[in-house]
């Protein structure tokens, strides 16, 4: 158990849906990352909150979208969702010592 | 797209073998981190090194990282069925705790 908890488990959109992920930190984690695995693949950073500011994004489109609360909890929001959004979506958050410890995931399902 | 890459990309092996993973990245780091992950789950945090350090230990895992060679291993001794999962290394090369991963070598321990 790292102490990281995401919400939902499982989701099944439709193309073209918006959809909000959420996640919670470990204690005196003042940093989450988002991060994006498709099937067979290794995890992409989608973008980093430091502070309830943005920290960095990876090559993702703007219409993915995040938030930081003071109390580092986190969300991940999906507009106009495609078919090649459907991947498990990982919330890590980061310890003064540079690991990250991940959250179990969000499965997406885009129809 | 991933930095790093894993070989082999599948491994299997019988319970009680040693299983030895690859990784090899293309920039400069700061540090290295090892993660496991089971059937699609979140990520374990497994070992970090740093770009100083040339070898490290936890347990029956042992972790070696050659900046010359921009490569690291992943050794895990006396296997057991438990070990099956996809192992991962990711770099911080995109940024202070923005992890790059690599596809990920896929473990299977035969009983």
């Known amino acids: 158990e790292t102490g990281v908890t995401q919400s939902p488990t499982h989701l099944i959109k439709t193309r073209g849906q918006q959809v909000t992920l959420r996640c919670s930190s470990q204690s005196g984690h003042n940093t989450v990352s988002w991060y994006q695995q498709a099937l067979g693949q290794g995890p992409q950073f989608i973008f980093q909150?430091?502070?309830?500011?943005?920290?960095g994004r990876g090559n993702f489109p703007p219409r993915f979208s995040g938030l930081q609360f003071p109390n580092y909890s986190s969300e991940l929001n999906v507009n106009a969702l495609e078919l090649d959004d459907s991947a498990l979506y990982l919330c890590?958050?980061?310890?003064?010592?540079?690991?990250?410890?991940f959250g179990p995931g969000t499965r997406l399902t885009v129809t | 797209s991933q930095q790093g890459e894993e070989d082999p990309q599948a491994l299997s092996i019988q319970e009680g073998e040693n299983a030895t993973m690859n990784c090899s990245y293309k920039?400069?780091?700061?540090?290295l981190q090892w993660y496991r992950q089971n059937s699609g789950r979140g990520l374990v945090h497994l070992i970090l090194?740093?770009?100083?350090?040339r070898e490290k230990h936890s347990g029956r895992l042992r972790v070696t990282l050659d900046t010359s060679k921009k490569s690291s291993s992943l050794l895990i001794t006396a296997s057991r069925a438990a070990d099956t999962a996809s192992y991962f290394c990711a770099t911080d090369a995109g940024g202070a705790q923005k992890l790059v991963f690599g596809q990920g070598t896929r473990l299977t321990i035969n009983p």
């Open positions: 890590a958050s980061s310890s003064p010592e540079d690991e990250q410890y």
């Open positions: 920039t400069s780091i700061n540090n």
């Open positions: 909150y430091y502070r309830e500011e943005e920290n």
């Open positions: 090194i740093r770009s100083n350090e």
